[in-house]
């Protein structure tokens, strides 16, 4: 984290040019790994919603009911 904050400002500085190119590649490496992080968190919740609306077919009663009244009927299991 410490790298990604110094390279915001190396860019715009008065740095010589090899500092500016390392700090444009650490930009583009924390880029890269923001993106993938994304794109599996974006699975994630894909399948969570996905098992969260099977489970709500497979007990209508659940579908009814709002979040936070049936994590609280699981709390007590």
């Known amino acids: 984290m410490r ?3 110094d390279s915001f400002g190396t ?3 008065d ?3 090899e500092d ?3 700090a444009h590649a650490v ?3 924390c880029h890269a790994r ?3 992080s994304n794109c599996t968190l974006r699975k994630q919740v894909a399948y969570a919603e996905e098992l969260t609306a099977l489970l709500a077919g497979r007990a209508p009663a659940i579908a009814a009911r709002r979040p936070d ?3 609280a009927d699981a709390s007590r299991a």
Do not use: N
Request: aromatic share 0%.
């Open 11 to 13: 860019p715009a500085s």
């Open 20 to 22: 500016k190119a390392a």
């Open 34 to 36: 923001v993106e993938e």
């Open 69 to 71: 009244e049936v994590r």
């Open 15 to 17: 740095r010589p040019a």
């Open 3 to 5: 790298r990604l904050l």
């Open 27 to 29: 930009l583009t490496e």
